[in-house]
C-alpha cells in the first residue's frame, strides 16, 4: 500500500514570496491534517479536513496561510507571503476517517527555509 | 487546554543501558501514541496504547500507559546504537470541540558505542 506523498521535499525561498505544498493520501483515507514542524519542537497541527470540508483550522494563520481539498483527495497548503519564522518542516497525514479510533499516517514532509 | 510534557528532552547514554523516557499529560485521553524520528525523516508509529495499563513491547523497546496519572513510559533495554533518534510522545485529545493529536516537545536520544 502506497504511503502519504508529499512535494516538493524541499522548497528555499526568500520572505515575502509565496509557496505551495502538495499532499497525496493514502487511497481510501478520508481525513487529512497537515502539521507544522518547527526544528526542535513537536508537529502542530494546521488544519484538518473530513473528505473536502474543513474539521478544524484553529491553528492556521489565516493571514497568510491557506490549504483546500477540492475533490476530497489531493490537498495544497499555500503560505502568501511567508515570514522567516514559516521555516519548518509541513508534514502531511491521513487517516481512514475522522476521530480517535482511527490512526494518522504521516508522509515524508516538505522542509521549507525562508530566508 | 491539553498539553503534553516529555522528559528529557535531550537523553545520551551508552550502549547496553537502560533508560526510560516520560510523557505527562494534563487532561483525560483514551489514546496514546509514541513516534521514532529519524533525522530528516518523518514520523514512524511505534506504539498505540489505548487504556489504562495499558503495556506494549517491541524489541528494546517497551510503552505503558498509567491513564491516572496521566503518565506513559517509553523504556528502552540494553540500547543499541540504531536506537539514536527522537522519540516523540502524542496524546489525543478534544480541543476547542475537535478531536487532535497533540505532541510533546520530543525526546533526542543519542546512544554511543
Known amino acids: 500500500e502506497a504511503g502519504v506523498a508529499q512535494s516538493p521535499r524541499y522548497k528555499i525561498i526568500e520572505k515575502r514570496q509565496s509557496v505551495a505544498f502538495w499532499c497525496n493520501p493514502i487511497s481510501g483515507h478520508a481525513t487529512l491534517y497537515w502539521y507544522q514542524q518547527i526544528l526542535g519542537q513537536g508537529p502542530k497541527l494546521l488544519i484538518q479536513f473530513q473528505n473536502n470540508g474543513v474539521v478544524d483550522d484553529s491553528q492556521l494563520p489565516k493571514d497568510r496561510f491557506s490549504a483546500e481539498r477540492l475533490k476530497g483527495v489531493d490537498s495544497t497548503l499555500k503560505i502568501q507571503p511567508a515570514k522567516l519564522e514559516d521555516s519548518a518542516v509541513y508534514l502531511c497525514a491521513s487517516s481512514l476517517d475522522l476521530g480517535i479510533s482511527y490512526e494518522q499516517y504521516f508522509g515524508p514532509g516538505t522542509r521549507l527555509t525562508v530566508t | 487546554e491539553l498539553k503534553v510534557e516529555q522528559n528529557p528532552l535531550f537523553l545520551s547514554m551508552q550502549e547496553g543501558k537502560n533508560y526510560t523516557i516520560y510523557c505527562n499529560y494534563s487532561?483525560?485521553?483514551?489514546?496514546l501514541y509514541w513516534y521514532r524520528q529519524d533525522p530528516g525523516k518523518s514520523l514512524e508509529s511505534l506504539f498505540v496504547?489505548?487504556?489504562?495499563?495499558a503495556v506494549k513491547q517491541e524489541g528494546r523497546l517497551m510503552a505503558s500507559l498509567d491513564t491516572k496519572a496521566r503518565l506513559s513510559t517509553l523504556h528502552i533495554t540494553a540500547a543499541v546504537h540504531d536506537l539514536s533518534a527522537t522519540y516523540f510522545c502524542?496524546?489525543?485529545?478534544?480541543?476547542?470541540?475537535?478531536?487532535?493529536?497533540?505532541f510533546g516537545q520530543g525526546t533526542r536520544l543519542t546512544i554511543n558505542p
Open positions: 502524542a496524546v489525543d485529545g478534544i480541543i476547542q470541540g475537535a478531536q487532535k493529536l497533540v
Open positions: 496504547l489505548l487504556s489504562n495499563g
Open positions: 487532561t483525560t485521553s483514551d489514546r
